[in-house]
């Protein structure tokens, strides 16, 4: 542990903060590493790996939910359009802030659709009618939120502005599951989750 040297308690600091001397050496070397310092503990090609993953999935999102906003018809069928427009909003928000994630680890996004459905962990399911887009909308954040929060559990505290953004995009994906529950319940009258109990 050549970084850290045991403070004595009247110096006032914590034990184990790393001497200021060497934290302001350790900062001077490798500066063409930009924010990968020495106590990034990832393998940084490793992240912008996942990230390029995550960064399909808002990708494939994106454009669902804008497919399904523009062709969306039936009746009453305008709320559930501008709630489909709202979440590919929310999506590319989503999309940029992954896309700029990678570039600050030594990545470039890659948004190529090239091979784009592969590298996605949500698919691109159209639906034949409104209901039909609901529902795969509604399993596409399912498996966001599933994947999402195993990647939080895997970042932990070993890049925790990954884990923080990405506890951000989760909050939005739990929302837009939810949003997708209720819209379904409201046009087929019962809730689609198992275990799901309707009011009484
Ligand atoms: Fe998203
Ligand atoms: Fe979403």
């Known amino acids: ?34 924010l990968i310092t020495p106590s990034y503990k990832e393998d940084a090609k490793h992240i912008i790996d996942i990230l390029q993953i995550v960064l399909a999935t808002e990708l494939v999102c994106v454009l669902r939910y804008t497919m399904n ?6 009746i009453s069928s305008e709320s559930v359009k501008k709630e489909f427009d709202e979440h590919a909003r929310e999506e ?14 030594g990545g470039t996004p890659n948004l190529s659709p090239e091979g784009l459905a592969s ?22 954040e399912r498996i966001a939120c599933e994947h999402y929060r195993e990647l939080i559990r895997y970042f932990a505290d070993s890049d925790p ?15 837009h599951a939810n949003d997708m529950h209720d819209l379904l319940v409201a046009y087929e009258g019962r809730p689609m989750l198992p275990g799901v109990v309707p009011d009484a």
Request: hydrophobic share 45%.
């Open 1 to 34: 542990m050549s970084g850290l040297r045991k403070l004595k308690p009247e110096e006032g600091l914590m034990p184990f903060l790393t001497d200021i001397q060497q934290l302001r050496a350790k900062a001077r070397t490798n500066i063409q590493q930009g």
């Open 92 to 105: 590319l928000g989503h999309l940029r802030m992954v896309a700029e994630r990678i570039s600050q680890l």
């Open 69 to 74: 906003a523009v062709t969306a018809a039936g």
């Open 119 to 140: 590298r996605s962990a949500s698919q691109y399911v159209e639906g034949a009618n409104l209901v039909e887009m609901i529902k795969e909308n509604l399993i596409a």
């Open 161 to 175: 502005v990954t884990r923080v953004m990405m506890e951000g995009i989760l909050v939005k994906e739990e929302e």
